[in-house]
């Protein structure tokens, strides 16, 4: 058994969710959004959410995260804000003894729906197809379920000598 921690960073919303694998086998534990404010100082916003990640993971008892690379956006100081939360996000993990692996979007897309080029209805809607009975609310938490998910694929894949 093992428990993945699916990350999709972002400053102003972290997407996050648990799930459980076993063997090619997979069951939702629990997902949520980490949310801070615009108002407040960029340290206090990395400091917000690297407190909620980590409360996050010990509530949880995670032994592994999974977190979707960052993509360039055009203006450069959202992606260097995007950068450092997605650091903050990495530091929580690897704080917390977890192993962290990365994964590019397009490679997520693959594992989740079959092609890098999905488009996000469409892996949100394989979020709920492998996960019965799971009612995600918020784009962030469904990115982050789908990253929990394609690290459990690859590392089921990898462990059958399949990669």
């Known amino acids: 058994m093992n428990l993945i921690l ?4 972002g400053l102003a919303a972290t997407g996050w969710g648990v799930i459980r694998a076993e ?3 997979i069951s939702h534990i629990a997902h949520g959004t980490v949310r801070t404010a615009a108002s407040a100082p960029l340290a206090e ?5 690297y407190d909620a990640l980590c409360q996050v993971i010990e509530g949880h008892g995670c032994d592994a995260a999974a977190v979707e690379e960052v993509f360039v956006n055009a203006n450069p100081q959202s992606t260097l804000k995007l950068g450092q939360a997605r650091g903050v996000v990495m530091l929580s993990a690897a704080k917390a ?3 962290v692996t990365e994964y590019a979007t397009r490679l997520v897309k693959k594992a989740i ?4 080029s999905a488009d996000k209805v469409q892996v949100h809607a394989m979020v709920q197809r492998l996960l019965p009975g799971v009612a995600v609310v918020g784009s962030d938490a469904a990115d982050a379920l789908a ?4 690290h459990a694929h690859l590392g089921a894949s990898k462990s059958r000598g399949l990669t």
């Open 6 to 9: 699916g990350l999709d960073p």
């Open 23 to 25: 063997g090619n086998r």
């Open 113 to 116: 729906v079959g092609v890098g």
């Open 97 to 99: 003894g977890l192993p």
């Open 147 to 150: 990253v929990a998910i394609a």
């Open 45 to 49: 916003r990395l400091a917000s959410l």
